[in-house]
Structure formats: C-alpha cells, structure tokens
T-cell receptor
Framework: GEDVEQSLFLSVREGDSSVINCTYT??????LYWYKQEPGAGLQLLTY?????DMKQDQRLTVLLNKKDKHLSLRIADTQTGDSAIYFC???????????FGSGTRLSIRP | DGGITQSPKYLFRKEGQNVTLSCEQN?????MYWYRQDPGQGLRLIYY???????QKGDIAEGYSVSREKKESFPLTVTSAQKNPTAFYLCASSSRLEVDEQFFGPGTRLTVL
C-alpha cells in the first residue's frame, strides 16, 4: 500500500543541524519532495530530488536518498528560529498520478 | 500576482448543515486538489481533478462533493454526511509537469458546532 512515514517531533538547538527522516513505499516514485508548513498556512515546496540521485544540496538544505531502503532525509544546516515549522515528506505515487504526504515532522528550535 | 486563494479563512457551521469551501487559482494549472489536515495525521486527499469537468475520489471522499466547471475553480462541499468535519482544509493546484510541484492555498479552518 501507499504510505509515507515520519516522526512527529524534532527539537534542536539554534545553530545545530536538523535531520528529518522519512520512509516511503512506492519504489517507482520518480520524484520525492520536502514541503514546509508555517503555522496556520498552506504548504510550500522546499526542495525535491529525482529518484536517480543520491544527494541534492541547496544552500543550507541537503537531501539524501537511499533508494534501496526507501529512506529520504532532509538536513538543515545552522538551524535558525525561522526554520520552526512542520516539514512534510511526499512521494509521487506514479500508478495513481497523485502525491502521498507523510504526517509531518514538527521542528522546534531551542535557544 | 499569480496564486491560489481560499475563502473564508475561518468558517463556523451548525451540525447538519452543508457548507461549501471556495478555491480559486489563476496559475493556469490543470490539476487541483483538496486535502484535509488533522493534528498528527498529515494531509489526506479528499478529491482531485486533473482537468476541467473531471474529478476523482481521493482516500477520504465520503461525505464530501466537488465540481470542476471552470479551470480556475474547484469548490468543495462538506455535507451533513461527513461524520467529523471539523478540520483544516487545504486546496492545491499543479501544472502536472515533470516536477509535480503543488501550490497550496492558505487553508480554511472549518469548525462545526
């Protein structure tokens, strides 16, 4: 079945790195996505990775993909208070032309 | 400015009443989606439409209905048959190009009293 799993909470100290993990089920997904949701707002695409890549770096963000284990991670370097949000992992469920979202990981920053 | 709008931001209704949530986009996107968000459960797909005059049920369509008469608009009706309608509702659209980025509206928080 289709399922994307994430832990619900992560707390990090300001300036440290945050690593948010995700597992997915559809091995034929072409793209995997990370979305960010600020309080009371919609989601915004943060970054994505093509399934034939192992890693993608974009400024403070690093996405790692382990296709064999169906594991995706998002690393945020030098975490700032503005990074406080819910982060959603999503996979493209190719057989049904839709995107499946995980439950979201709430990232909180402590001073 | 191009974007996707939802109105109203907050909506209160009495139990047993139908209510329609508005979603409009001027991004010229073919595909539109409705999601429901509950705490700790992420986004669950209610209905989606890949083209005008066509739509498909998502994972939790029971108690909801939609229409797609215009490309720009995809209203969602929450009917009295929906057992637990209080939630945050998000509308999204996408161009369905190779990278299927979904653009989200700001959401409508529906509270049924």
């Amino acid at each position: 079945g289709e399922d994307v799993e994430q832990s619900l909470f992560l707390s990090v100290r300001e300036g440290d790195s945050s690593v948010i993990n995700c597992t997915y089920t559809d091995s034929s997904s072409t793209y995997l996505y990370w979305y960010k949701q600020e309080p009371g707002a919609g989601l915004q695409l943060l970054t994505y990775i093509f399934s034939n890549m192992d890693m993608k770096q974009d400024q403070r963000l690093t996405v790692l993909l382990n296709k064999k284990d169906k594991h995706l991670s998002l690393r945020i370097a030098d975490t700032q208070t503005g990074d406080s949000a819910i982060y959603f992992c999503a996979e493209e469920y190719s057989s049904a032309s839709k995107i499946i979202f995980g439950s979201g990981t709430r990232l909180s920053i402590r001073p | 400015d191009g974007g996707i709008t939802q109105s109203p931001k907050y909506l209160f209704r009495k139990e047993g009443q139908n209510v329609t949530l508005s979603c409009e986009q001027n991004l010229n996107h073919d595909a539109m989606y409705w999601y429901r968000q509950d705490p700790g459960q992420g986004l669950r797909l209610i209905y989606y439409s890949q083209i005008v005059n066509d739509f498909q049920k998502g994972d939790i369509a029971e108690g909801y209905s939609v229409s797609r008469e215009k490309k720009e608009s995809f209203p969602l009706t929450v009917t009295s048959a929906q057992k637990n309608p209080t939630a945050f509702y998000l509308c999204a659209s996408s161009s369905r190009l190779e990278v299927d980025e979904q653009f989200f509206g700001p959401g409508t928080r529906l509270t049924v009293l």
